[in-house]
């Protein structure tokens, strides 16, 4: 057998990914530039969208999907009078109208779409019916019916408006759809919309305003690119800890209960001496400690 290609590398890139690049793409580029041996991200970014996009790496990977289901914050411009066949501004325009409305009227519409709504996910997304992504389908010219789903707008704020563009500061649930945001702002208001930029701010706990670009990674030598890491429970922040002494720090790493006569807890999560992590763990109604991911070197 060869030797594995890169090095074991743990942690938690917050990158700040361009326009034009993919998720995967991202991935690659920075598994490369910090010559790990695995690589991940915690959600897909449209590649049309920039800002925040948590990767993991090594034994962090493991913690991945804890930020599928977390809220999210954008930075959205939205632009009015013009829709698109696929709502944001790669789709081809199928029709202008006059932008008749006052700041007033927006900051009306704004309200309208705050809390919890209902949004019909778009033709042109991810979403599979009978096995095949509905971009797919769109792209051979078939509509299919698609059910309503619930999200949930935090925070919809207009940070400016000019020349029938907007800007637009959202925090939202996970399974929002911006570009759907836009074009309902835009029917409401009369005169259609679509999305013509899109910036994401923050995951959950994390913001961009810690993140690094890849331009400015290329620009450091091995050494600080991996000085840029986070350490893995930087994805486990929301959850709950228990701090375990050596004897039940050996135990728990090798994949033992320990009743802990602790309180009930779906997740925790789980630190040995000299606060390193070892895992996450649920707590049951007896308190018994039981483990569900650990990682590598908590067995070490």
Not at 68 to 73: H, M
Not at 236 to 247: H, I, T
Not at 269 to 278: H, K, N, W
């Amino acid at each position: 057998m060869g030797r594995p290609k890169g090095d074991a590398v743990d942690g938690v890139l917050l990158l700040d990914k361009p326009v034009g690049t993919s998720s995967s793409a991202a991935v690659g580029k920075v598994r490369w530039l910090l010559a790990a041996r695995k690589a991940g991200h915690t959600g897909t970014l449209d590649p049309l969208a920039s800002g925040l996009l948590p990767l993991t790496l090594g034994e962090a990977t493991k913690f991945s999907a804890d930020l599928l289901d977390a809220d999210k914050s954008y930075l959205a411009r939205v632009r009015f009078g013009v829709t698109t066949a696929t709502g944001d501004a790669e789709g081809e325009v199928t029709a202008r109208n006059p932008v008749a409305f006052g700041r007033g009227e927006l900051d009306a519409a704004l309200r309208g779409f705050t809390g919890e709504i209902l949004q019909v996910p778009p033709m042109h997304s991810a979403l599979k019916r009978q096995g095949r992504p509905l971009y797919e389908l769109a792209r051979a010219g078939e509509v299919v019916e698609r059910a309503p789903r619930r999200v949930r707008i935090g925070r919809l704020a207009l940070l400016a408006l000019e020349g029938g563009e907007a800007l637009l500061s959202i925090d939202c649930s996970k399974g929002t759809y911006v570009r759907v945001l836009a074009e309902d702002l835009g029917a409401a208001l009369g005169c259609g919309a679509h999305l013509a930029g899109l910036r994401r701010t923050r995951v959950g706990p994390l913001s961009l305003d810690d993140a690094v670009s890849i331009g400015e990674l290329e620009a450091l030598d091995l050494a600080a690119r991996r000085a840029r890491l986070l350490p893995a429970d930087a994805l486990l922040a929301g959850l709950p800890s228990v701090e375990l002494d050596e004897r039940d720090a050996g135990r728990f790493a090798h994949g033992q209960r320990l009743p802990l006569a602790v309180a009930a807890a779906p997740r925790v999560r789980v630190y040995g001496r000299d606060a390193r992590l070892l895992g996450t763990a649920s707590i049951d109604e007896h308190g018994v400690l039981a483990p569900q991911r650990l990682l590598q070197a908590a067995a070490n």
